[in-house]
């Protein structure tokens, strides 16, 4: 055993090996999980982190509209920025547990209402100032109001109270949760001084990298902060983000070495990109999907016989073969999968019937007229081509789908959340909880399949103040399988983050909370 | 007052008055978009509650015409307000943008046009024969490949095959203007490559035109060689047409060329209109489009003015 050890860490520390591949080959020997995953921080730590030197991120995703406030950051671009020079109470680790940053320790009371955050001594912000607990409760405090648009509402909106006392931020929740942490692992939530009210697009943070020069839609330019907390995170003396949104010149851009690592790598030709010397291709599982909708409210879709004939007519291997090329993984008309702590791998895999399908299809009693399924090529990418495999197999079971070409312009408009049935995309949250949440609850804002299920809602509940993980994981199964039963998702595939890499690049690792190791490519990364 | 003085104060009191109207035609056209700044802005994650928040800070509320006046009045006291997206300062950023806009327009049009020209002499001097084919046959190729093509097409030979330039040429503040003309190397060629076969062909074409009037035949026929016939008697007859092709390209270049931006990453006014009219950001589409409208306006009246000077009949009417 010693021997094959011996080669399993050889083979990591010459980067040949994936974190994934490596946790896989050594709990396979027997060694358990936690010792797997700490060794192979020792392992690929080992692996001389080198400092100083400038990497370039070539990114898809931004716009000449973006602003440095965190609130607003919802584009690749802005959510990796705000990764890069803000910092986090705490950030949510590939393994799906919690690592400690500006908060040292959470606490929650037995019934996981309370919960007290001891805020780490000796933060300092890239103005010179020092984090204290007042900062933190000024910065959840300015994403709870309405004005400051933040993508973090849903997940403030819930604490009743926030108050410092000292060096500890306590806050009270209006109902319990236990993965409360993890919400506030969130991009948005990056702690600025006094929160930012004055200027929350000021770009000061407490991160690994403060922020040089900002230029929307362009680049950003970041520099080490001197006298960040931990040695370990931030190793080039200078990072940037250049926005490359076109395919081929992000790709010609990482090939020629103008920028060190890019994210979106067109599927079709990461199979080319591989035969590449000074490249290499991560794909990283993660937890984006892309999804076709229903609203169960209204006719025909308020039939579930409808709904099933439908969710057993599409092929999801064809739909993962030939709309993601591969790169990705079947979806089960729920919106969790392996890479969700406590996710339930025992729930079978939905596949095509066209013959049940047609069953179901009858037993609706649907009057035969088009069943109308809109589509753009913004909705998802391949959005109009998966619609029409969908359909192409749908016709097969003889159900009367047609596919009807919308518009990139206005369609998160005038058809997402209007139309009865369209095509859209989910990226991924940090926990089972907030994705629930935040779209199937029945009174969520973003319920976009108009899913109102009772039992539904009160194991959601039930399930965020569960502190035993055992009963927790139940709650989330059984709530799967309503929904995947019932709900007006059809989920046919997720989609891995597919992302290339030139081989002088050092440390990374893959991480399913986000593209770019979720955000933190360029402070964790080093050059080699 | 001169005739002349007279006509370009003409021409460009035209000009303004046309640039307000269209200033209203893009105001028009904006507002027949579908969907509204604060629906654009919030995207799938708007909720009906942060949707009416948002419309009411950005005073979406208040009825167009009012809007527009509004507007209209802060451009005359050159405050062209804040950007509804990100707050910034929309005629700093539009200054810095255009800068860029302008600095490709100038390498490509410093390249192109005297090599237009220059081409087009040559075409016409040596017209039906093999340099004309040759000539008319490349610039024919070019020009007939779509822009985003030659784009992958020059950054597949000059950064892949022979790794001369790199493929995403962003300027930014600071760097040396060498570096700056490295990084917009192969946006440069491939918009002479798209504009050249335009200005060379109506060269050659308005000489070809002038060669075949009477005092043409009688230089001739005085046995001046043919270069210098085109070059003294033919050419400044022909700049009239010529010019305005020439314009016409220029106006391209500035306002024209954003499929080239995006390729190349190059961050000027084309990707940044683009960027807000998917966010529904009027003030900055409306800036920009006037800016744009000027560009144009600016440019057919110093055609005119131009066309006016080369032609005695016009500089002298009677």
């Known amino acids: ?528 | 007052m001169h005739p002349l003085l007279k006509l370009v104060i003409q021409r460009l009191a035209l000009g303004f008055l046309l640039l307000l109207v269209v200033s209203a035609v893009i105001f028009l056209g904006v507002e027949a978009l579908p969907g509204d700044t604060a629906q654009a802005i919030l995207g799938q994650s708007a909720t009906p509650q942060a949707l009416a928040n948002l419309r009411e800070q950005m005073g979406l509320n208040d009825p167009p015409l009012t809007r527009y006046f509004d507007w209209l009045g802060g451009v005359m006291t050159g405050d062209l307000g804040k950007s509804l997206t990100n707050g910034a300062d929309i005629a700093q950023a539009i200054g810095q943008r255009l800068g860029n806009t302008l600095f490709l327009a100038a390498c490509a049009a410093v390249i192109s046009v005297p090599l237009a020209l220059i081409l087009g002499l040559i075409a016409a001097r040596y017209a039906g024969k093999w340099p004309d084919k040759v000539i008319s046959a490349i610039t024919l190729t070019t020009i007939s490949l779509p822009e985003f093509v030659a784009a992958y097409f020059v950054i597949y030979l000059l950064t892949q095959v022979i790794p001369l330039f790199q493929p995403v040429a962003m300027v930014f503040p600071g760097m040396s203007f060498g570096a700056k003309l490295h990084a917009v190397a192969l946006p440069v060629i491939v918009l002479v490559m798209v504009v050249l076969a335009h200005m060379m062909r109506m060269t050659r074409a308005a000489i070809l035109n002038v060669m075949q009037s009477a005092y043409i035949e009688t230089a001739e026929l005085k046995g001046v060689r043919p270069m210098q016939i085109i070059w003294r008697h033919a050419f400044p007859n022909a700049i009239a047409p010529i010019v305005s092709v020439v314009v016409l390209n220029l106006a391209y270049l500035v306002v024209g060329v954003v499929v080239v931006e995006v390729v190349f990453g190059y961050n000027a006014l084309g990707q940044f209109l683009v960027d807000h009219v998917t966010k529904r950001d009027l003030p900055v589409v409306q800036a920009v489009g006037l800016v744009f409208a000027g560009v144009y306006i600016m440019l057919n009246i110093l055609a005119d003015v131009i066309a006016i000077f080369a032609n005695p009949r016009l500089r002298h009417p009677k």
């Open chain 1, 1 to 528: 055993m010693k021997d094959q050890l011996d080669r399993i860490i050889a083979a990591t520390r010459k980067g040949a090996m994936s974190r994934r591949e490596f946790l896989g080959r050594t709990t396979a020997m027997g060694i358990s999980a936690g010792l797997a995953v700490a060794l192979y921080g020792k392992v690929a730590n080992a692996q001389e982190a080198k400092k100083g030197g400038v990497i370039r991120a070539g990114v898809y995703g931004g716009e000449s509209t973006n602003s440095l406030d965190p609130a607003l950051a919802a584009s690749p671009v802005p959510v990796i920025t705000c990764s890069t020079w803000g910092e986090m109470l705490c950030d949510v680790t590939p393994e799906g547990g919690l690592a400690m940053r500006i908060a040292e320790e959470a606490t929650s009371s037995p019934d996981a209402k309370e919960w007290t955050f001891k805020i780490r001594q000796g933060v300092e912000f890239h103005n010179g100032k020092t984090v204290t607990a007042e900062d933190v409760v000024a910065t959840l405090k300015r994403h709870t109001d309405e004005k400051a648009q933040s993508g973090a509402l849903g997940i403030v909106q819930g604490i009743a109270d926030m108050k410092a006392e000292g060096d500890k931020l306590v806050l009270t929740l209006s109902s319990a949760n236990s993965d409360l942490p993890y919400l506030l692992a969130d991009y948005h939530l990056a702690i600025q001084p006094n929160g930012g009210i004055d200027n929350p697009a000021e770009g000061i943070g407490a991160g690994p990298y403060k922020v040089e020069a900002f230029e929307p839609g362009v680049r950003t330019v970041f520099t080490k902060h001197a006298n960040y907390f931990d040695s370990e995170v931030g190793h080039a003396d200078q990072v940037e983000i250049l926005v490359i949104n076109d395919n081929t010149a992000r790709t010609a851009a990482l090939q020629s070495g103008q920028v060190h690592m890019i994210n979106r790598v067109d599927p079709k030709i990461s199979e080319l990109l591989k035969g590449t010397e000074a490249v290499t291709i991560k794909q990283t599982a993660g937890r984006g999907h892309f999804v076709f909708i229903m609203h169960c409210d209204k006719a025909p879709f308020d039939n579930n016989d409808l709904r099933m004939a439908l969710k057993l007519s599409i092929k999801r291997q064809e739909m993962v073969d030939k709309i993601l090329g591969g790169l990705g993984s079947m979806g089960n008309d729920f919106p969790i999968n392996a890479s969700y702590p406590l996710f339930d791998d025992t729930i079978p895999q939905r596949e095509y019937d066209a013959a049940q399908a047609e069953e179901f299809y009858k037993k609706s009693g649907h009057d035969g007229s088009p069943i109308i399924l809109r589509s753009a090529p913004g909705a998802f990418p391949g959005a109009v081509d998966a619609a029409n495999l969908f359909a192409a197999s749908a016709n097969a079971a003889g159900i009367p789908l047609q596919v009807k070409l919308e518009p990139d312009d206005g369609y998160w408009t005038n058809v997402w959340n209007v139309e009865p049935f369209c095509a859209s995309y989910w990226g991924g949250r940090a926990v089972q909880d907030q994705m629930y949440t935040t779209a199937y609850l029945s009174t969520a804002d973003w319920n976009d399949t108009k899913f109102k299920n009772q039992e539904f809602d009160d194991l959601l509940v039930a399930a965020r103040g569960e502190l035993d993980e055992a009963k927790k994981k139940a709650d989330y199964s059984r709530m799967a399988n309503i929904l995947r039963d019932e709900g007006g998702l059809i989920l046919p595939m997720f989609n891995d983050f597919v992302e290339g890499v030139r081989t002088d690049i050092g440390g990374w690792f893959d991480d399913p909370n986000g593209e770019l190791m979720n955000g933190r490519a360029l402070s964790r990364c080093w050059l080699g």
